[in-house]
């Protein structure tokens, strides 16, 4: 008899070549699979062992040789080794060494062969897939670091710990205590399982649905909610639970939940594996895996007392941003990283305000615009921001506050290294803090009455996101502008001539124009005719699908299922907007690495030819997008 | 980390398994246990490398086997080398007593799973199948053993007894080697409660195995089948005697 082993399946489920079998088939094979463990350092394989299974890696990390000794390849969770004897029928060839502490799910022979005759997906998989993934591993292994490549799940420790909304505090935190663990996952009020029986129950299946979480909490809250405040014990915990929180995929990247962590200001965050409740995961496991990145420079701004304070930490984001392009990550991970030490900045600087100044009168939300709101910001930039006060704001009462608050973060963002807004677009200036309804009617009465001019120095409150506050309002606003502006041809034609302005450096014959003189002569500029006119054609492209996202990436892809763009554009924008501005960021941080001061102009003559080749594809994509926009939005 | 000394107080005191299992072959009643003690059981110095083992797990309506009943049996064979899934057996089973809202909140197996499950009687000749010649492995033994015990008690109208490894206890050793602070705290825990599987999840986290489910039998049954494997590869050796391990 066979009986299915949920565990095994759900995680093959999970990678190619399984995750493409349909339901039945993994059953079956979850049902066969023979399991060993190999302590780090142990052989599982020697050249000459018959190979009688098809061996795929549930987690840790093995090494595969030549006869030689030479290494041949590295796999990790959801690898699969053993194919090419299996499909020989000659002895292994390689041997193959745990690296790690290792669990192996071995698929019998049988098994493979069968599912090698009849399913054609499985059978391509394994006959290609063995030489790309070796190029993939290789590359990955040579450049990427663990932070950048790791995922979530591999963070868990624990399934999550639970406990029903009703539970009383104190057993709670009993229940903390015993688990040893500093976060709860709270659970609707036990739902009527009594009676539904069903499938879920009879097939075993204990994962936890995401929809009966309700809320979570943290140790910090027992001390914070709980103990600072007197609170009865034998309250439901649900009185003191966040309710709703943000949760994180299983497959997400690890600094993925460190930038969700960041961007709310949480410690704890649910992981979910497909829907069902997997773990937790906090901030401080995230940040013991490394110390220099970025979010260790975020998490010391927070103790910062002083703008001064503040400004010693800079040394460390310069130092961050080195590291991050060193290790290769891609301009999305660096810009949204650096994005969030300049939110993070602003939030403690607004933190400081509030202690100087008193608690705000009324709430408020502290925008960023530009590059910081579309987490695509890189070193030294300059600030753009605003500030949306609630509707309720009176100038005469409430003004000086705000005045005194946005003076106080305006210039200690200078001081921390963001330039003032040479088009003054800063909370500092009057006009750009004001209540909700009138940023509406600022923003309804640019897309109603677009003027070229007017939108041309603009167009960077087009890109607009909550950085501290209410961040409510700034969604508000975000739903509110994509509503207008994508019923609004003649904004939006306006905004596709100005798209067009800056051209991408190329000759007739498809040779580098050059600066003909100042300071940066026989350069390009790689922001003013690469990266920046890009964004503007996909912010008008985004504008026109009513997309809500900021960030050029996430833009692309909501154009694409708008169906504004086709999938091959997208692809043609997306990897030109990604080369040049990794181009950009690695020439900035070569220029803070020596102790320069970084700028955007670099010299092509001095890029490798095959650098220099794709440079002049990637404005080749620009310029055409530029012609496309014109035609595609005439007004 | 060297592996564990032998302590000649373990092995004097170490059970004579295939010698009480020829004693109750004589003792026994009925069939079914004539049968399963018949099948012996390997030597305490069989290496560990050739002892076939199941790994075993129940799921109760409690901790207490006078008062609570099992509701699902998952088993896993295996050895040293290989997990047998494919020989795995997994049982659903209606309890002779009450389930409580506690622990349909736990196992998620439901009254009405149970009204159509069989009673453990009807199965006790599969399970003593699966389990005779081969050595038991569980995760805290003051619940696998004397809840069998019990139910088969009822049943065949004489308990069982059988030879089992204790992973929890394993760990425990190395807990007392390592330092003393942890040690009473994991007595502390042992003491009147439930080992939750909880415990489990954590000794398997130190060994780096994957995260898996609590609270299903056959999972758990898996988890400490590969448990086990972890800590013969860390802490002792294929060629340690079973008489070490076992009780």
């Known amino acids: ?635 | 980390m060297p592996a564990l000394k032998r302590s000649r107080l373990q092995s004097v005191h170490a059970p004579d398994w295939p010698g009480i299992f020829k004693r109750l072959e004589a003792e026994a009643t009925g069939p079914l246990l004539r049968d399963f003690y018949a099948r012996g059981t390997v030597s305490g110095d069989t290496p560990i490398a050739d002892v076939p083992f199941v790994a075993l797990d129940l799921e109760t309506t409690g901790m207490n086997a006078e008062r609570h009943g099992i509701v699902s049996i998952g088993l896993v064979p295996f050895t040293l080398a290989r997990i047998r899934c494919a020989e795995s057996r997994y049982w659903v089973l209606r309890p002779r007593r009450p389930l409580s809202d506690a622990s349909i909140a736990i196992h998620r197996i439901t009254h009405e799973d149970l009204r159509r499950a069989p009673d453990l009687g009807e199965i006790l000749p599969d399970l003593l199948d699966a389990m005779a010649g081969r050595i038991a492995v569980v995760h805290y033994r003051g619940l696998e053993r004397p809840f069998l015990r019990r139910a088969v008690r009822e049943r065949l109208g004489q308990g069982i007894e059988f030879p089992v490894v204790d992973t929890m206890e394993l760990e425990a050793r190395v807990h007392r080697r390592w330092k003393n602070g942890s040690l009473a705290r994991f007595f502390a825990g042992l003491v009147g409660r439930h080992p939750e599987s909880i415990r489990l999840a954590q000794s398997r986290q130190r060994y780096h195995l994957p995260l898996y489910g609590a609270h299903h039998a056959l999972t758990d049954a898996l988890a400490s089948a590969e448990l086990m494997q972890a800590q013969i590869a860390w802490r002792f050796s294929p060629e340690t005697p079973l008489r070490e391990i076992w009780h």
């Open chain 1, 1 to 635: 008899m066979e009986v299915e082993q949920i565990e095994i399946r759900n995680h093959l489920q999970q990678h190619l070549p399984f995750s493409e079998l349909p339901d039945e088939r993994l059953e079956e094979i979850s049902g066969q699979v023979e399991i060993a463990y190999f302590r780090a350092g142990s052989k599982v394989f020697s050249v000459g062992d018959r190979v009688t299974d098809l061996s795929y890696v549930r987690s840790g990390a093995v090494e595969v040789y030549r006869r030689s000794g030479e290494i041949y390849n590295r796999l990790g969770e959801g690898d699969v080794f053993g194919q090419l004897a299996l499909m020989t029928g000659k002895p292994a060839r390689f041997s193959v060494r745990a690296i790690e502490d290792t669990l192996i799910y071995f698929i019998p022979e049988a098994v493979f062969r069968s599912l090698f005759d009849e399913e054609e997906s499985f059978a391509e998989f394994v006959e290609v897939e063995d030489r790309t993934r070796l190029r993939q591993a290789a590359s990955e292994q040579a450049t990427a670091s663990e932070f950048m490549t790791m995922k979530v799940s591999k963070l868990v420790r624990l399934p999550p710990i639970t406990v029903t909304e009703e539970t009383e505090i104190r057993q709670a935190a009993a229940r903390m205590a015993e688990s040893q663990v500093s976060s709860l996952i709270i659970l609707a009020s036990d739902p009527a399982r009594d009676s539904s029986g069903g499938p879920e129950a009879e097939s075993g299946s204990v994962r936890i649905d995401e929809a009966e979480m309700t809320g979570i909490v943290t140790s910090e809250d027992m001390v914070g909610r709980v103990l600072a405040k007197g609170l009865a014990h034998d309250l439901p915990v649900r009185d003191v639970m966040t309710r709703d929180p943000i949760s994180i995929d299983a497959g997400a990247f690890l600094f993925e939940a460190l930038l969700i962590m960041l961007r709310n200001n949480v410690h704890y965050v649910p992981v979910l594996d497909r829907g069902k409740l997997y773990g937790v995961i906090d901030l401080a496991d995230v940040l013991s895996l490394e110390t220099q990145n970025s979010l260790f420079v975020v998490r010391s701004i927070f103790l910062q007392n002083s703008v001064e304070e503040l400004k010693a930490l800079l040394p460390n984001v310069g130092a961050s941003f080195v590291r991050m392009v060193n290790e290769d990550a891609n301009s999305h991970m660096i810009g949204s990283a650096i994005a969030a030490v300049g939110r993070s900045f602003k939030q403690r600087l607004l933190e400081l305000g509030h202690e100087r100044f008193g608690p705000p009168p009324v709430p408020y939300c502290f925008l960023a615009l530009g590059s910081m709101a579309r987490d695509e910001q890189i070193m030294y930039s300059d600030q753009d921001n605003a500030m949306v006060l609630h509707d309720e704001f009176d100038p005469k009462l409430h003004g000086p506050y705000f005045k005194d608050l946005a003076n106080f973060v305006c210039d200690g963002l200078a001081e921390v290294g963001y330039r003032y807004c040479k088009g003054d677009f800063m909370a500092s200036n009057k006009r750009w803090r004001k209540p909700l309804q009138a940023w509406k009617d600022e923003f309804e009465h640019w897309i109603q009455h677009p003027k070229a001019e007017a939108l041309l120095h603009g167009s960077v409150f087009f890109d607009l996101d909550g950085a501290a506050g209410e961040t409510r309002m700034a969604d508000e606003l975000k739903a509110f502008v994509a509503e207008r502006a994508s019923q609004s041809p003649r904004f939006l034609a306006c905004l596709a001539r100005n798209a067009q302005n800056r051209t991408p450096p190329l000759g007739f014959f498809k040779d580098f124009v050059l600066e003909k003189s100042g300071r940066y002569q026989q350069t390009v500029n790689l922001k003013r005719r690469g990266t920046a006119p890009l964004v503007d054609v996909i912010r008008v492209h985004a504008l026109a699908s009513a997309s809500q996202s900021q960030n050029s990436f996430r833009r692309i892809e909501d154009t694409v299922a708008a169906g504004f763009l086709t999938s091959g554009m997208a692809a043609d924008l997306r990897d030109a907007l990604e080369f040049i501005s990794i181009i950009r960021i690695r020439h900035q941080a070569a220029a803070i690495e020596a102790g320069r001061s970084p700028d955007n102009n670099i010299d092509p003559e001095y890029l490798p030819s095959l650098e220099r080749r794709s440079l002049k594809d990637a404005f080749t994509v620009l310029s055409n997008a530029q012609k496309f926009i014109k035609f595609r939005y005439r007004g």
